[in-house]
């Protein structure tokens, strides 16, 4: 089945500052690939998805890339701020079906 | 618009004890998801229905877990007995379906087995 690593486990950052965590994937016919926020005690909630017809995805100061030949995809965060501080999972699905988790970036943004 | 709900947000019981859990969708979601969430680490798929139809169970103890979801709206996740390993979140995650993937989650349960 599919197998989903995510790196790193932990990142901190300055307020100000960009933050990528990247993911991969092993198996190929994979074509959906969201993004949750997961603040603690809380519900994982979607901040970006894509699919694996575009290579790439922006909402104001988040942005995802996806490289389907390397089987891997990146959450990009730019000029973070104190309220970025959660947990980020990545996450890889086929068609809506199964999706299978990364393990989770817990990133704090330092003020 | 309300959120997919879930009850109770905390329980906790002695090993060997049943528990139940229990899922209300987004109105009109066809895909409903049941996950277990150890501490720090991601959601695992535990069930997915399609409607009434549990189309993907294969992570699903079926030894001691159960789960229903009758008339393709609410559902209820069961485990009998409980060990102490289930102690986790148990989260309940809805979907349109048909295509339109983008999966909404519940607050899930905290379950702790003593």
């Known amino acids: 089945g599919e197998n989903v690593e995510q790196h790193p486990s932990t990142l901190s950052v300055q307020e100000g500052d960009s933050a990528v965590i990247k993911c991969t994937y092993s198996d190929s016919a994979s074509n959906y690939f969201p993004w949750y926020k997961q603040e603690l005690g809380k519900r994982p909630q979607l901040i970006i998805d894509i699919r694996s017809n575009v290579g790439e995805k922006k909402d104001q100061r988040i942005a995802v890339t996806l490289n389907k030949t390397a089987k891997h995809f990146s959450l990009h965060i730019t000029e973070t701020q104190p309220e970025d501080s959660a947990v980020y999972f990545c996450a890889a699905s086929i068609n809506a079906g199964k999706s299978t988790f990364g393990d989770g970036t817990t990133l704090t943004v330092k003020p | 618009e309300a959120g997919v709900v879930q009850s109770p947000r905390y329980k906790i019981i002695e090993k060997k004890q049943p528990v139940a859990f229990w899922c209300n969708p987004i109105?009109?979601?066809?895909?409903l998801y049941w996950y277990l969430q150890n501490l720090g680490q991601g959601p695992e798929l535990l069930i997915r229905y399609e409607n009434e139809e549990a189309v993907d169970d294969s992570q699903l103890p079926k030894d001691r877990f159960s789960a229903e979801r009758l008339k393709g709206v609410d559902s209820t996740l069961k485990i009998q007995p409980a060990e102490l390993g289930d102690s986790a979140v148990y989260l309940c995650?809805?979907?349109f379906g048909q295509g339109e993937e983008t999966q909404y989650f519940g607050p899930g349960t905290r379950l702790l087995v003593l």
């Open positions: 995650a809805s979907s």
């Open positions: 109105s009109g979601h066809n895909t």
